[in-house]
């Protein structure tokens, strides 16, 4: 799978706040010299140079500086694996179709969607059930992280079958379908960590549609998918 990474000015921004947090903790590091001059028993003024030690100020806001600017930056480049949720976007296209003289089985075509709308090659899946399930994952970021370019968004993970009898749901054959690599890193760190991250990430979460046979275009909203039959 092509994961797009698009860089622009809240990425040079971020770029020079951790260049801006380097300089600080160098300084820091290096400490400061003070020139102080004075004259000798011979009348020659000469200078001497005192270290004043390392100033922990300056260390401590370029550590801060650094921690946020690479956390962001992270962020930025992580979330460019999922489709921005600035408004409605569309993201797949499903085609399902029944099979004759072949009980609770769809033919499922899915046609996916990248970053920027084009339709990617289709696939096809035999599913078991009388309905098509698609499932992804959600992450809602923290308001604020739009300044620095940043957004919601969304990836399919999984293409799955259901039945309408509760009965077959627990005994009958079951048909799951990874996506795009499933639950990623990022999105099992968002869930695993929320003690650091909950600034950033507003919730992070998976939801599903499902219909019957049919041709729907999908759409991720701000909250979850929706099909819309064509």
């Not at 797009?4 to 990425?11: D, L």
């Not at 409605?88 to 003289?101: D, G, L």
């Not at 089985?105 to 339709?119: K, R, S």
């Not at 698609?134 to 940043?150: M, R, T, Y």
Request: net charge positive; aromatic share 10%; proline share 3%.
């Amino acid at each position: 799978m092509t994961l797009p990474v698009t860089v622009g000015w809240p990425q040079f921004f971020l770029l020079l706040l951790a260049v801006l947090g380097v300089i600080l903790l160098v300084t820091a590091l290096r400490g400061r010299r003070h020139v102080e001059r004075f004259t000798d028993e011979q009348g020659v003024v000469r200078r001497l140079r005192r270290h004043r030690g390392i100033h922990w100020g300056q260390g401590i806001s370029g550590i801060v500086l650094l921690a946020v600017a690479f956390s962001l930056l992270w962020a930025a480049f992580a979330l460019q694996t999922y489709l921005g949720l600035t408004s409605e976007v569309k993201v797949a296209h499903i085609r399902a179709t029944t099979i004759t003289n072949l009980k609770h089985t769809l033919f499922v075509e899915l046609t996916p969607y990248d970053n920027n709308g084009h339709a990617q090659p289709p696939q096809t899946f035999q599913v078991a059930g009388d309905e098509w399930v698609l499932q992804g994952n959600i992450l809602k970021i923290a308001p604020w992280l739009g300044i620095v370019g940043l957004h919601s968004g969304y990836k399919l993970t999984r293409l799955e079958g259901r039945y309408d009898d509760i009965k077959l749901e627990n005994t009958a054959p079951r048909t799951a379908v990874e996506l795009n690599g499933g639950d990623d890193n990022f999105f099992q760190t968002m869930n695993a960590q929320r003690s650091w991250v909950t600034p950033f990430v507003d919730a992070a979460y998976g939801n599903a549609v499902f219909q019957r046979d049919g041709s729907y275009d999908i759409f991720a909203t701000q909250d979850a998918l929706i099909a819309r039959k064509v």
